[in-house]
Nanobody, 121 residues
Framework: QVQLVESGGGLVQAGGSLRLSCAAS????????MGWHRQAPGKQRELVAV???????NYAHSVKGRFTISRDNAKNTVYLQMNSLKPEDTAVYYC???????????????WGQGTQVTVSS
């Protein structure tokens, strides 16, 4: 059994910052890519940022230069530092991770429950 638990969401004024965390726990053998997605009301879920096990990163154009994804492999945790937040960043943010469980040989894509980020103008 594997769980991803997000934290760090909240309400912030435009121009402010928030740091999201997502910790994976359970019967984990290895974690490949980890990422953050978001879904605003009435919109489809979209990729925000992704980081590979080797530390390579990729960002959505809308957040490039403002958001930074990082990970601590020893803690099985991925972070999203969000700076210069805009009202259009308001969404539920979800983390995901490609995980190989103990005693298994395949990757499975796990998702967290989501954390609300609200940016007021």
């Amino acid at each position: 059994q594997v769980q991803l638990v997000e934290s760090g969401g909240g309400l912030v004024q435009a121009g402010g910052s928030l740091r999201l965390s997502c910790a994976a726990s359970g019967s984990i053998f290895s974690i490949n890519a980890m990422g953050w997605h978001r879904q605003a009301p009435g919109k489809q879920r979209e990729l925000v940022a992704v980081i590979t096990s080797g530390g390579s990163t990729n960002y959505a154009h809308s957040v490039k230069g403002r958001f930074t994804i990082s990970r601590d492999n020893a803690k099985n945790t991925v972070y999203l530092q969000m700076n210069s937040l805009k009202p259009e960043d308001t969404a539920v943010y979800y983390c995901n991770a490609d995980i190989v469980e103990l005693h298994r040989t395949y990757l499975y894509d796990y998702w967290g429950q989501g954390t609300q980020v609200t940016v007021s103008s």
